[in-house]
């Protein structure tokens, strides 16, 4: 299991921005993501967004599930953090789900040593729930174009979450967690992630290995068990659903 | 000054009792005390708070964050808030993040309502009463930009919708931090909570820090001063703070409308808008623009229901709510 560099990460995935929209579409069957990015103006229509979000929280779920099992040597405290950080990552996919959405991978890549470096795990945990609080907040101004108030603000909400994992991996790697005094809207619209997320989702990135399946039942479960000693809050609930 | 001021303890039970759970706190006591008169009017009307009311409240809390995180870190150079250098850190980028919405707040024509603070006796020299209130301050104001974004929602004002979203976030994060202080787990949920549907709803919870009638609390407490801001931004770099990132408001996002001589333009909405001869839904209907379409915008003024209305470059008026509009719509003249 090799290490990979910052520099290969960012070759293949995040400073990617000019990868082929051509070869994610081919991947993806998301061929109408691209034409509604900034250039054009349009913005994502809402099964795009669910789905797109539904992926992310898939992989994240992925993510953390396979950080807790790793060989990270994190403090116990940290990887309760990790634990914590699965539990709302399931539970904004669930809700995701009971929307209709329907994610357009169920399987992922990782770069290879991911779960063995903390400053790698940090790294790309740090890049990716950045990514995340944007495409929530592009999924925000859509909803809020559209009238959506519900989704609007619950979007918002869970941009907030994302923004709490976010200061806690940087944290992790040993950087200033609330460095920040706006969290970063970086995509028009929440297909403008994709191109970020990519290698994750299609091996692509130079150094990337998989694929790694989804969490099972069981594995939610036994996470969710814990939830109480963890002292994790289940009780608040998404606008949406108020 | 802090180290003198705060040095006795207040129970969580006594903090409660004059603070957040007196929500029956006199509604007439506050109108006078802070002339936000309408703010609770509209809590129990409906309606929503008007853009003037959100900002000067968020400006007010902002400040009252700045004050605090201040106290906090003077507290702990002075060695008497047992938090260590890291921990430390962490505040000054709080108070960073809390100065920078306050300046934006400002900068949109923000006037807090009050400008010195009251504090728990003794909650700079307690680290778990610290964690404790701090973590219901920003609880307090992760739930009121919400509804600040609901409320811009409604407005059809996306970019300050996006913008109080960024802003919730950040504190979202400083929340985070603060449990994690006091020892708690920081990430305890799946969602930020929404709390109040008005800004104003706010007000109750934060009373006792602005006006000293939660039982143990102690003050008041200036402001920092700009020396004092200045100070702390000057450790930025040091600290590892990021002062780059805009809010969406003020974002140059290649929007299909912007500003220019005094005029701007807005797209109706997806329904046909009704134009009217003056800025109120009680004058006559003069015309009509169809969904999504586009007009020049050469004035605004406050109307009825608290929104305002943009005066349209062809004649008549149509309601905010009614169209979207970019950051800079909110620079046309006044009418």
Not at chain 1, 35 to 56: C, K, P, R, Y
Request: hydrophobic share 45%; proline share 4%.
């Amino acid at each position: 299991m090799g290490k990979l560099s910052r520099r290969s990460f960012l070759k293949g995935s995040a400073i990617a921005a000019g990868v082929s929209a051509t070869g994610v579409h081919g991947l993806f069957g998301i061929s109408s993501l691209f034409a509604q990015d900034m250039m054009s103006g349009e913005n994502d229509d809402i099964q795009t967004v669910i789905n797109l979000a539904a992926t992310a929280e898939l992989f994240a779920s992925t993510h953390y599930l396979a950080a807790i099992n790793g060989d990270l040597g994190l403090a116990d405290v940290q990887v309760n953090y990790l634990k914590a950080a699965f539990i709302s990552e399931r539970d904004h996919y669930d809700l995701l789900l009971s929307l209709g959405a329907v994610p357009v991978v169920t399987e992922f890549y990782v770069p290879d040593g991911l779960f063995s470096d903390v400053a790698l795990f940090s790294q790309i945990t740090e890049i990716a729930e950045t990514t995340f609080v944007s495409a929530y907040l592009a999924a925000t101004r859509i909803f809020s174009e559209l009238g959506e108030i519900a989704f609007a603000v619950t979007t918002a909400q869970i941009a907030g979450v994302e923004s709490e994992h976010r200061a806690l991996v940087r944290q992790i790697g040993m950087n200033i967690p609330n460095d920040r005094s706006y969290e970063a809207f970086q995509f028009a619209n929440v297909s403008g992630a994709v191109p970020v997320l990519q290698p994750f989702l299609d091996g692509s990135g130079d150094g990337f290995v998989g694929p790694v399946a989804p969490p099972t039942d069981d594995e939610v479960a036994a996470i969710r068990a814990e939830a109480g000693d963890l002292g994790y809050n289940s009780a608040i609930l998404p606008f949406a659903a108020l | 000054m802090f180290k003198n001021m705060f040095n006795s303890n207040v129970s969580r039970r006594n903090f409660f009792k004059g603070s957040a759970v007196g929500a029956g706190a006199s509604l007439l006591g506050w109108q006078q005390m802070f002339g936000i008169s309408r703010a609770f009017a509209q809590e129990t009307t409906g309606e929503n708070d008007d853009v003037q009311t959100i900002l000067n409240l968020a400006s007010t809390a902002e400040l009252f964050a700045c004050t605090h995180y201040l106290a906090a870190i003077n507290a702990v150079e002075s060695g008497d808030l047992a938090l260590d250098d890291i921990q430390l850190s962490y505040l000054k980028t709080g108070f960073l993040a809390e100065r920078d919405h306050y300046d934006l707040l400002v900068s949109l024509g923000a006037v807090p309502v009050v400008t010195e603070f009251y504090v728990p006796e003794g909650l700079f020299s307690d680290v778990a009463l610290f964690a404790q209130i701090t973590e219901i301050a920003e609880t307090t104001f992760v739930s009121a930009y919400l509804a600040a974004t609901r409320i811009f929602v409604e407005m059809g004002q996306t970019a300050f919708a996006v913008t109080t979203a960024q802003i919730a976030g950040v504190e979202a994060e400083h929340r985070a931090l603060v449990r994690q202080i006091g020892m708690l787990l920081p990430n305890d949920r799946s969602y930020q909570e929404f709390q109040f549907a008005n800004v104003s709803d706010a007000v109750p919870v934060l009373q006792p820090f602005l006006d000293g009638s939660g039982e143990g609390f102690i003050g008041p407490v200036s402001a920092p001063t700009d020396d004092e801001v200045a100070a702390i931004r000057a450790q930025a770099d040091a600290l590892g703070y990021t002062g780059d990132i805009l809010p969406f408001a003020a974002m140059d996002t290649g929007s299909s409308s912007s500003s220019s001589g005094g005029s701007s333009t807005v797209t109706t909405n997806n329904v046909i808008v009704n134009v009217r001869e003056e800025p109120t839904t009680s004058s006559a209907v003069i015309g009509n623009l169809s969904p999504n379409t586009t007009v020049t915008i050469v004035g605004q003024r406050a109307g009825d229901g608290g929104f305002t209305w943009w005066m349209l470059e062809s004649g008549g008026w149509i309601r905010q709510d009614t169209a979207s509009a970019p950051a800079d719509a909110s620079s046309v003249p006044q009418s």
